[in-house]
């Protein structure tokens, strides 16, 4: 008995179910590929976003507190060098940290090793011997051929806005900190320790903290700051990570003028290190996920040339130029 097809049972060709599965085929690596063109390109803003984030920090952070480097109070002029720069990073006497007044920033270009933090004084008082936390040892791990920059300010905001007699600063000021005496023959930097007779130096003006940062990184890529506080640097914070290189460029005012008349890795002498007015900062930023696609790039900063190794890691250089703060107006004695 042969079988008869009713109407409307009729089923599809091989040749139709072949085009079918072909276009079902198509279609499916379309919309693969565009989920994975999705995926990469989200991918690559989170790593965009990673080096984009630290690097734009970091450069606000320079900014800022380069911007403000020699800034002294309300004092009319910045002392003229008498001495040479000391190393960053040292307690000194008052009549030595009074002299690194001159030097609003000193550098160190292309690090080698370790830098020691330490106290040098030889003339500290009795009660600030046996009141105040002495320095702790504090070494600085800093990146090979790395530089580091270290700065000196006032606060933004006076601690004492009339330093008008012992009692009053006594009453104001914290015993163990550095502060900064804003005074008609100019800046004076007094570690006021209650009992020794420091008050005595900070009257007569409006009185600051005295602050100093170093800024360096570490072998690790680790962003770090060195503070003075309490009387003593303490321990280095890290700010960010992924930071492969630092470098400076320091504009040096050679005639006095306010305005740079030349730029150097490193100023050759005492005289330009004082006469430094503006710096450049150049921060090679690396990413931490790795990408097997990622070009290799060359950047060029700060008289170096450095092609970066094929490690997959996306890189990017931040730049920015600073002033100091108003060099020609400290110069000219406005």
Excluded at 134 to 141: E, K, R, T
Aim: aromatic content about 8%; some cysteine; hydrophobic content about 35%.
């Amino acid at each position: 008995m042969s079988r008869r097809s009713l109407p409307g049972q009729g089923g599809f060709s091989l040749v139709e179910l072949m085009v079918a599965m072909t276009l079902g085929l198509g279609l499916s690596w379309l919309v693969l590929d565009v989920y994975i063109t999705s995926s990469q390109a989200q991918q690559r803003l989170l790593r965009n976003q990673e080096v984009q984030e630290s690097g734009r920090y970091l450069s606000e952070l320079l900014r800022r507190e380069l911007g403000s480097t020699g800034f002294y109070g309300f004092s009319g002029s910045q002392p003229p060098p008498v001495a040479s720069p000391a190393a960053p990073c040292q307690l000194l006497d008052s009549s030595e940290a009074n002299q690194q007044l001159s030097y609003p920033l000193i550098g160190i270009n292309n690090a080698t090793g370790e830098l020691a933090c330490s106290d040098q004084r030889t003339a500290a008082s009795a009660k600030d011997l046996s009141n105040c936390t002495a320095q702790s040892p504090l070494s600085l791990d800093l990146r090979p051929d790395s530089d580091l920059l270290a700065l000196r300010r006032a606060a933004y905001q006076p601690a004492l806005e009339a330093a008008t007699g012992a009692r009053k600063i006594n009453s104001s000021l914290e015993s163990c900190q550095y502060y900064l005496a804003s005074l008609p023959s100019g800046p004076v930097v007094v570690k006021f320790v209650k009992g020794d007779g420091s008050n005595r130096s900070l009257v007569g003006g409006a009185v600051w903290r005295y602050l100093e940062d170093i800024f360096y990184i570490t072998p690790a890529g680790e962003f770090r700051r060195i503070y003075l506080d309490e009387g003593r640097f303490k321990s280095s914070r890290t700010i960010a990570e992924g930071v492969e290189d630092l470098q400076f460029e320091y504009g040096v005012d050679l005639d006095g003028d306010g305005a740079v008349d030349e730029w150097r890795q490193l100023p050759i002498d005492d005289a330009e290190w004082a006469g430094v007015v503006a710096v450049n900062y150049y921060l090679l930023m690396v990413g931490s996920s790795v990408r097997g696609d990622e070009p290799v790039k060359s950047f060029h900063y700060a008289g170096i040339e450095r092609t970066a190794p094929d490690d997959g890691r996306l890189r990017q250089l931040f730049t920015g130029s600073v002033r100091v703060a108003s060099p020609a107006m400290r110069r000219a004695g406005q």
